[in-house]
Every structure is written in structure tokens, then in C-alpha cells.
């Protein structure tokens, strides 16, 4: 179970596109390093604002209005 929530959150990281992770008030290179991490296959973490962001983004409602 936890090994399809890690998958799906590295298809979201690797399918995201950059305007959209600027529109949530990110930088470029939070979202470089996270697609870096995401299509490598050893176990990553991210910081609690940057995943509820993530989460935010999959539901389709923007953060920033």
C-alpha cells in the first residue's frame, strides 16, 4: 500500500509542469530537484508545506487563488 502512495506521488512530481508548481509559490529548482529525486528509485522525503501544496495541486484547486 504504501509502496502505490510513494508511486503516485512520484508520477505527480515527474508529470507536474513548472507553471503550475510557480503558480503554488515555488521556485524553478524546488521542482528540478524534486523530479531529480522522484525519477530516482531510492526513498525521498518532502517538507511538510511542499507536500500539502502537492496535495492541493492533485485536487485541482489553486493555493493562491
Not at 530516482?40 to 485536487?59: C, G, I, S, Y
Request: charged share 30%; net charge positive; proline share 3%.
Amino acid at each position: 500500500m504504501e509502496d502505490l502512495k510513494m508511486d503516485l506521488l512520484r508520477k505527480k512530481i515527474i508529470d507536474m509542469p513548472y507553471t503550475d508548481w510557480k503558480k503554488l509559490g515555488f521556485s524553478d529548482g524546488t521542482l528540478h530537484y524534486m523530479k531529480q529525486n522522484a525519477n530516482n528509485d531510492k526513498p525521498f522525503t518532502l517538507n511538510a508545506h511542499v507536500r500539502e501544496r502537492l496535495e492541493t495541486w492533485d485536487k485541482g484547486v489553486s493555493v493562491n487563488g
